[in-house]
């Protein structure tokens, strides 16, 4: 859709850190769950995190547990995503995207009516 705007991608090695940002302008946000996905070449769209409305609940993908954090400040409409310990396999477009429901209800993509154009994050080994 376009309306949600990534940033913080980009090259980083193996053992690394990001921190992805997305905002939200002109979109209602504080009441909404918000999550990033990421679609890596030849593979299909996943969940990686999952945030509600107000931050009280959290959802990870087995995959990042422990490595990765999903925060927003909804002052800001900004949902973040702090990348630590990143290795290859996490090489992948990242999009933010909107569910408009402010508990976590489903962690696919489907369910999610908006998204952004996505960032890159390559890690090199």
């Known amino acids: 859709q376009g309306q949600l705007v990534e940033s913080g991608g980009g090259l980083v090695q193996t053992g690394g850190s990001l921190r992805l940002a997305c905002v939200a302008p002109g979109l209602a946000f504080v009441d909404y769950t918000m999550a990033w996905f990421r679609q890596a070449p030849g593979k299909h769209r996943v969940i990686v995190a999952a945030i509600s409305w107000n931050g009280g609940d959290t959802y990870y993908s087995d995959f990042v547990k422990r490595r990765f954090t999903i925060s927003r400040n909804n002052a800001k409409n900004t949902v973040y995503l702090q990348m630590n310990s990143l290795k290859a396999e996490d090489t992948a477009v990242y999009y933010c995207?909107?569910?408009?429901?402010?508990?976590?209800?489903?962690?696919?993509?489907?369910?999610?009516?908006?998204w952004g154009k996505g960032t890159q994050v390559t890690v090199s080994s």
């Open positions: 995207e909107e569910d408009v429901a402010r508990a976590i209800v489903t962690i696919h993509d489907a369910g999610y009516e908006y």
